[in-house]
């Protein structure tokens, strides 16, 4: 015995010995995994972002600092759990109320912290205080009414404040008035009346100030008086209610970058309130209801200091007269704009003062006239644009001594005609005169431009061309005569060398020969578009002389929108330098090879919107240099199988909503290609897979890969899916499982038959009798027809049913079955005095056909289940199926009850609603054939 305890306490103490070799071994282990874990984490680089979401917030985390953004989390106060080493808070967009002194205590690293769209209404003095490194604050979108003085007394490293779209009626700078380093404040959206800097004196750096869409009505004379040693860069008081801008009230500042005075109430512009040591980059009064321009009465010139304006907005007002001298004194102002405003006519002395203006603006007024020299002291001015006015008579008088201008924009006016005066603005380069009234371009009218480089004309009346037209012009390198009514053209363009770029579109062009471009050698664009024009317009039979003859330059030819089908070979044969041409939707039904044989630097073809449906092998030959082909909606069938054998650039091929179904095997694409084939009748069948297993294999961008869809004659499992799904070797390869399948399947069958033949008589008898099974008896039918009964129709419901069969069984029913003149329609229909179980006997009797309405609520009334108890009892007493249900709704199987499914278990009919409208019409259709009559029945429902 002793033995044995020995032997059991060895075994004991070994057992135990290597569990503790285990647990040691297991130690050592995870030692070492922590290790490895710690040197992976110090040898990671210093800066590596590390993105976490912990609840709601999402962390950017580095080896310094953490970036936490915690917007639209429906927070209701500053989590508390968040790490002291965040810089950005972003509280953003959340349910906070209330600041309470300890939010931030633990955040001290702060150095932006958003707390916009919220709900905050109160601070604590001391919220903000632990936030010394705080840079960037936001609480706009809030509900602030008021701050606590010396709310940021301790934020001095602030630089930009947001309290916009808050409550303020005044500017809370009791708070902020302490942040020297404030660069910004934005009050923007409040209720602020009125202002006044005057206490913050400790404003250093502040460059932007933004009060607008406040209810500020003036401007104090000295507010910005603490402001001057700074250089602003926004001042916005836009969106407010100020009517007048007093004398001075910038004088205090000296260098403004942009003055935003917009959409406010000022009706009168007095030049003087903008006099003194000022520097305004931009001074804008757009849409302020200004309706009078008071000039700086010259007199006492000399007595106020002149400001450095350089650009005035002034648009969008209700300014009528433009007075002599309006703008004096803005002697540095550069850009001046007027548009949008009613003025009716201008002096020659208006703008006189804008000695350095170059650029001004008068259009959308309703000037109708321009005097003599009506610019003559505006000698710098390049710009000048007048365009949507009522000017019905161009002078080029109107600008002498323009010495300078360039551009000169006199578009959407009402110009009939010129007087015949000489330009004096030979340094001018641009020209617009279009969309006017001109039915014509006299000689002469051009007189003096001869420095003149674009010249556009279109959207006028004119009818042709003089050849002598632009003769005036020598230098002249765009024109643009678009739109015009008809434009007979006899060789006017033909020996404008230097002209680059031509547009005609829109013309209804009348070309009298091929020689009207000869001389322009210059040409690289010309827009012919939509002219009508034909093969025989472009290419002479007779001569085999091309329109585009000596255009060796040209590099944009478009042509779209003409009659060009038939076009000769030779109609391009001269454009080796053409990168860009289109012929789309131009009624084109065949490409002769050879067309564009010699251009050979074409880089884009536009084909789209043509009938070309079986283009030639050849029909792109010469084509070594194109990138782009644009070839949608030309009804093209099928593509030869080397079409794009001359196309080895070819980078981009557009051929959607054509009628491909099958690109035969063999056809050669470029190897590296965007393909759009969306919109196509894609027939994605084996006889296709070789050219998806290319598109797989090759460098192919399927372009709009969710629009290419197999079509109805693709296998029946991709029809309408996307091209890509089809999967040849799923569809199209040797099928062993089916191979097995049938050769075991004629197997089986062989093996039946002989089985069948031996025990024929066997298998007659069991046929016999399945016969019986399924076909059963012939059915009898009563010989009384719906008529025979004093009603037509008795619908049992419950309580709870009632507004359904009110609402949408009775009036279909009525509508449906209009022969049925009494139908028993619940309770309320019962024979009066008798009792209730009698009573539905009584309708049971005498009724062609009774309806149970079926729902989940009926079959839990015990009164309703009495009716279904009392229906089957007569079922069994006259032996007819009188008697249907109507499901309402989807009612589990196992709350049916007992009866219900004793009911269907016997074939009796039942009938399901359906929302679905189609299914509906299958509903009524079902029901007025069970209604056709009832059928006798020889077995009996238990109840």
């Known amino acids: 015995m002793h033995g044995v305890t020995r032997d059991h306490f060895e075994g004991t103490m070994t057992a135990i010995r290597m569990h503790s070799s285990i647990c040691a071994l297991c130690c050592i282990l995870l030692m070492l995994w922590v290790v490895f874990l710690l040197s992976m984490s110090a040898a990671s680089p210093p800066n590596q972002t590390m993105s976490l979401q912990r609840n709601c917030c999402s962390y950017e985390e580095t080896s310094r600092s953490i970036k936490v953004y915690c ?131 400790g404003w250093k750096r502040i460059s932007e100030i933004n009060l607008s869409r406040n209810d500020i009505k003036s401007i104090p004379h000295h507010a910005f008086f603490p402001l001057q040693n700074n250089s602003m860069h926004v001042l916005d008081l836009s969106y407010n209610k100020i009517t007048v801008v007093t004398t001075g009230v910038f004088s205090d500042l000296a260098t403004v970058n942009f003055v935003y005075f917009d959409v406010n109430h000022i009706n009168k512009f007095e030049v003087l309130a903008f006099m003194g040591n000022l520097k305004i980059k931009k001074l804008s009064l757009y849409g302020t209801l200004l309706q009078e321009i008071i000039p700086l009465n010259r007199s006492v010139h000399d007595e106020v200091a002149i400001p450095h304006i350089l650009k005035i907005e002034l648009s969008g007002n209700r300014i009528v007269d433009i007075p002599h001298y309006a703008f004096w004194g803005f002697y540095h102002t550069v850009s001046l704009s007027i548009q949008k405003n009613r003025i009716t006519n201008i002096a020659n002395t208006s703008f006189c003062g804008l000695h350095s203006l170059q650029s001004l603006d008068i259009s959308e007024n309703h000037i ?93 009346k004119i009818g042709g061309y003089s050849p002598f037209a632009f003769t005036q012009t020598p230098h002249l390198q765009e024109l643009y005569l678009t739109s015009e009514v008809a434009s007979l053209l006899s060789e006017v363009f033909r020996d404008m060398t230097n002209l680059k770029i031509l547009d005609l579109s829109y013309t209804k062009l009348t070309l009298n020969s091929t020689y009207q471009f000869t001389g322009a050698v210059s040409l690289q664009e010309l827009s012919l578009s939509f002219n009508n024009l034909d093969s025989k317009s472009l290419f002479d039979y007779k001569t085999n002389h091309s329109l585009f003859a000596g255009q060796a330059v040209l590099q944009g030819l478009y042509l779209r929108g003409n009659s060009l089908n038939n076009l000769e070979p030779g109609t391009f044969s001269s454009q080796g330098n053409l990168s860009s041409l289109d012929l789309s939707d131009s009624e084109i039904n065949i490409l002769k090879p050879g067309l564009f044989q010699n251009l050979t630097s074409l880089t884009t073809l536009y084909l789209r919107g043509n009938q070309i449906q079986e283009p030639s092998a050849h029909a792109l030959y010469g084509l070594h240099s194109l990138k782009t082909l644009f070839f949608e909606k030309s009804s093209v069938r099928s593509l030869p199988l080397t079409l794009f054998n001359d196309t080895p650039n070819l980078f981009k091929l557009f051929l959607s909503e054509n009628h491909l179904s099958t690109i035969f095997s063999g056809t050669l694409f470029p190897t590296t290609i965007h393909l759009d084939l969306s919109q196509n009748p894609l027939s994605c069948t084996c006889d296709l897979a070789w050219f998806r297993n290319w598109v797989e294999l090759s460098n192919v961008v399927l372009m709009q890969q969710n629009n290419t869809i197999c079509s109805r004659s693709s296998f029946e499992t991709l029809v ?88 949408v069984m009775r009036p ?27 009573a539905i006997h009584h309708a049971l009797e005498n009724s062609f056909k009774t309806a149970l309405v079926i729902s989940n609520e009926s079959v839990e009334e015990q009164w309703f289940m009495t009716k279904i108890r009392l229906a089957l009892e007569h079922i069994n007493e006259t032996k007819l199926d009188k008697v249907i249900l109507i499901f309402k709704e989807d009612v589990e199987d196992d709350q049916l009850p007992y009866l219900v499914r004793l009911f269907l278990s016997a074939n009796r009919p039942y009938f399901k609603w359906e929302e679905d409208e189609y299914r509906q019409d299958l509903f009524w259709a079902k029901l007025e054939k069970n209604f056709r009559s009832n059928k006798v029945i020889n077995n009996a429902i238990p109840v």
Request: glycine share 4%.
């Open 71 to 201: 917007n639209h989390c429906h927070l209701k106060s500053v989590p508390q759990d968040l790490p002291n080493r965040t810089i950005t808070l972003d509280l953003s967009y959340n349910l906070i109320t209330q600041l309470q002194n300890n939010s931030f205590a633990h955040l001290w690293n702060l150095i932006t912290l958003n707390l916009g769209k919220n709900a905050i209404f109160y601070i604590e003095n001391a919220a903000f205080t632990p936030l010394i490194y705080l840079k960037i604050l936001s609480l706009s979108g809030n509900k602030l009414a008021q701050v606590h003085p010396g709310l940021l007394r301790s934020n001095k490293n602030l630089y930009r404040v947001d309290l916009g779209s808050n409550l303020f009626t005044s500017v809370p700078l009791t708070a902020i008035k302490d942040l020297s380093k404030l660069k910004a404040i934005i009050l923007m959206k409040n209720s602020i009346q009125s202002f006044d800097f005057q206490s913050v004196s």
């Open 368 to 460: 109708s006239s321009l005097p003599l020299g009506s610019f003559h002291c505006n000698e710098n001015l390049l710009n000048l644009k007048i365009s949507h006015n009522e000017i019905i008579m161009l002078d080029p008088g109107s600008f002498m001594q323009l010495s300078k201008i360039q551009h000169l924009d006199l578009s959407n006016n009402l110009i009939l005609s010129f007087t015949y005066r000489t330009w004096t603005t030979e340094t001018l380069l641009t020209l617009d005169i279009s969309f006017n009234s001109l039915d014509k371009l006299p000689n002469g009218v051009l007189w003096g431009l001869q420095n003149l480089k674009v010249l556009i004309v279109s959207h006028n």
């Open 720 to 807: 309408n899916h996307p091209f890509l799904l089809f999967n040849p070797e799923e569809f199209c390869s040797l099928n062993v499982t089916l191979i097995v399948s049938v050769s075991l399947a004629l197997v089986i069958v062989g093996y039946v038959a002989i089985v069948v033949y031996y025990r024929r008589w066997w298998v007659r008898f069991r046929l016999y009798l399945l016969k019986l099974a399924i076909v059963g008896y012939e059915e009898v039918e009563d010989n009384q027809q719906p008529e025979d009964y004093r009603h037509q129709l008795n619908v049992m419901f419950s309580d709870g049913d009632e507004d359904w069969v009110n609402n």
């Open 812 to 838: 279909a029913m009525e509508e449906r079955f209009p022969q049925f003149q009494s139908i028993l329609w619940g309770d309320d229909y019962l024979h009066i005095g008798m009792y209730l179980v009698d």
